[in-house]
């Protein structure tokens, strides 16, 4: 028997005071469950108060299923942490870690010289046409997959000129992340990314336990992969307040890595549901979902899978999401129902009028050498320094605002703020 619930939430706090009119995306969800298997979970939150839930057939929040590549933006957090911590640079040439890639020209491009950024921006040109798909092979360990990927793998583009979705690249670099760290990459998931966040219920065990199939090969929950999408939302700080992410490795996933590059190949269908009617440009791990053409600002991205399951954060409203199913074709049977399910929680939540800010307080600049001092008549205080000892102790490292940054070649600038 179909069991078929429908919340809707009053946000605890954020943009607005006031219940959003979400009749739209669950008229959207009941009238077409055929789509979804009849099975279906979504759960959306505004900041950290759930404002709509709808389930329709036996998943619950603390499901696990494939996600397929919903695991990209689970992927590429791990890289951009390893990155922080001083493993690599995003521009690196895969060649520094593997250097069996120089061995390897194709259409008289050295496979060694593409770059870690380019591989989970989908510009790498490494597209497999053929049906090796040695990034999902479970019969493969990662390291051997990346072999075949070296030997067999063409590029048939100049990197960085053109979008191909692909999982190539992204092996790839999961292969360096094993190579830098010493650890395979599942102890790394769990190290770096699953124990962190609480997320319980995850892991890089769908194609079995010898490939960790980087792009595609992650299981998840929808509360497991809403701990991390409020990471995300949150500029990269965990509920205690403690830095995860540095908000500048954030800001990696809203940035436009192909914007204006012709697509070699992308999912997407010809659709008129765009935001802003404009195709999904691929940032690093995810998809720019809706960039405002005003300022050129990426206001959504997402990470939807094969398999149907579709998270998004949209920095705009202060929105996080997920529309949690599990089908073989689940992406290209939703797709359009989907992007109509966004739109009209945009324009639920755009319908309620935004209450302004206080207006601004009297200010104080001070500064002393590179230290510098912002001091508002109300009590708020904005520091920076590029010396940490210059910093008397106070108790703000719990701070949301707080950067945390390796020990690194280049100059480091922290800053704080203290509220009144």
């Known amino acids: 028997m179909l069991a078929l619930l429908v919340t809707l939430l009053s946000p605890a706090s954020g943009r607005a005071q006031t219940n959003y009119d979400f009749a739209a995306v669950t008229g959207l969800l009941q009238s077409n469950l055929n789509l ?42 791990i890289v951009l942490a390893l990155a922080e911590r001083g493993y690599f640079q995003l521009d690196d040439p895969i060649k520094l870690y593997l250097p069996s890639f120089t061995n390897f020209v194709s259409n008289g491009y050295n496979k060694g010289d593409i770059t870690i950024r380019q591989c989970f921006a989908m510009t790498s040109g490494l597209y497999g046409a053929s049906n090796a798909n040695y990034d ?22 100049v990197p960085g000129t053109q979008l191909a979705y692909d999982g190539n690249g992204m092996q ?7 190579i830098v760290t010493g650890t395979d990459w599942r102890t790394l998931a769990t190290n770096v990314l699953f124990q962190p966040l609480g997320m319980t219920n995850s892991d890089y065990n769908f194609f079995g336990l010898n490939n ?11 509360e497991d992969y809403q701990r991390f999408l409020r990471m995300v939302l949150n500029n990269g700080a965990l509920p205690d307040g403690r830095a995860f992410l540095s908000s500048r490795a954030v800001q990696v996933f809203f940035t436009n890595q192909t914007f204006g590059l ?23 791990g995810s998809w720019a979902l809706a960039q405002n053409p005003t300022n050129g600002v990426v206001e959504e991205v997402s990470s939807p899978g094969a398999f149907g399951t579709w998270p998004w954060v949209d920095r705009r409203r202060n929105l996080r999401g997920v529309i949690f199913m599990f089908g073989a ?9 989907n992007l109509r399910i966004l739109n009209a929680v945009r324009a639920a939540v755009d319908a309620v009028p935004v209450t302004p800010p206080p207006p601004a307080n009297a200010l104080n600049v001070s500064r002393t050498g ?34 945390f940054l390796p020990a690194m070649t280049t100059n480091r600038f922290f800053y704080r ?3 009144p």
């Open 172 to 178: 790839v670099v999961g292969r360096i992340c094993e």
């Open 329 to 337: 074709n689940g992406f290209s049977t939703t797709v359009y129902n």
């Open 262 to 284: 012709p697509e070699y190949y992308s999912p997407w269908p010809v659709s008129t549901n765009f935001a802003y009617n404009q195709r999904p440009d691929y940032d690093m």
């Open 417 to 419: 703020l203290l509220a």
């Open 212 to 222: 960790p199939a980087i792009a595609g090969g992650a299981r998840s929950s929808v």
């Open 136 to 157: 999902t092979d479970a019969t493969l360990t990662l390291a051997q997959s990346v072999d075949l990927i070296a030997t067999n793998i063409p590029v048939v583009f």
């Open 370 to 403: 590179d230290y510098v001092k912002l001091d508002w008549a109300g009590g708020a205080q904005f520091e920076t320094s590029s010396d940490l000892q210059s910093w008397s102790t106070l108790s703000w490292v719990t701070s949301p605002f707080f950067e």
């Open 36 to 77: 979804y298997g009849t099975n279906v979970l979504m759960l959306l939150y505004q900041r950290d108060a759930p404002v709509y839930s709808f389930q329709a057939g036996t998943l619950a929040t603390n499901s696990r299923r494939g996600i397929a590549s919903a695991s990209k933006l689970l992927s590429g957090t």
